[in-house]
């Protein structure tokens, strides 16, 4: 996958097409499809200009009740499409607000994103949203955008489970959810989270723990897939049994989504 899946924006965080990734059966999931970012709450006109031809009908916000109040999204004019969501909090304490002001700012910042990792194969509410993501972006025409806060956490799991299911290998998953790191607007996500968050810690993060907290790591996506293989013995048997992924709906995902 040589092509770059950045959209240019000014005032959201991470929006990339997550298609084009081969398959292992030598098929390759479509572009202009399947989108993800952060929230759009400072999106410029400019970018809602730069999305509105991208035909997004389908708007998947993961996001909870408090984080949607304090952050309404932009949407292009005239949009008329979908946007789901869960009515209530999506996890116990949203992965940029929690803070200890106990810990060192480095040990906060890569223990509070692996406690994000540890609790959400189980949170009910994320599974949920799992379920719907999956299952709406199955049935509905035109593309869909998925998204969270910072468009790499809760959405970046989202992502790897749609590439699992459409065949894409293990290693390009991770390549996939490890792409969030090379985005070109990390300063827009750190304007929106590092002074609330420093306030709240009562001092600066240096630069490696900013970048732990904001970016991603492979030990995150280990800590969340350790879990969800200890429960259901693998990450299909956590997909079936926990998400809900029958044959039928992978069936769908691929045929709509594998070229």
Excluded at 45 to 58: K, N, Q, R
Excluded at 68 to 90: H, I, L, M, Q
Excluded at 164 to 185: A, C, K, M, W, Y
């Amino acid at each position: 996958m040589i092509r770059d899946p950045f959209l240019e924006t000014q005032g959201i965080h991470n929006f990339r097409d997550y298609g084009g990734w081969r398959t292992q059966d030598g098929g390759q999931v479509r572009t202009g499809l399947l989108y993800r970012s952060g929230h759009h709450v400072e999106a410029t006109d400019e970018d809602l200009a730069a999305i509105a031809p991208l035909g997004i009908h389908t708007v998947i916000d993961l996001r909870g009740e408090s984080e949607r109040s304090a952050n309404p999204c932009r949407r292009v004019e005239g949009f008329d499409g979908e946007v789901v969501f869960y009515e209530g909090e999506t996890t116990s304490s949203p992965p940029h607000m929690d803070i200890d002001p106990e810990m060192t700012a480095s040990d906060f910042a890569r223990e509070r994103m692996l406690a994000v990792y540890t609790r959400m194969p189980d949170n009910p509410a994320m599974i949920e949203m799992f379920h719907r993501y999956l299952t709406i972006i199955a049935e509905r025409e035109g593309a869909s955008l998925v998204h969270c806060y910072a468009g790499k956490d809760r959405t970046g799991v989202a992502a790897t489970m749609l590439l699992h299911i459409l065949g894409v290998s293990e290693d390009d998953q991770r390549r996939e959810f490890l792409r969030t790191n090379e985005s070109p607007t990390f300063d827009i996500l750190a304007r929106q989270s590092l002074p609330g968050i420093e306030a709240r810690l009562g001092r600066k993060l240096d630069e490696g723990a900013a970048k732990d907290l904001l970016g991603v790591r492979e030990e995150y996506l280990d800590r969340y897939l350790e879990i969800a293989r200890a429960r259901h013995g693998s990450f299909d048997g956590y997909l079936a049994q926990a998400i809900g992924v029958d044959d039928a709906l992978r069936a769908r995902l691929r045929a709509k989504f594998v070229a």
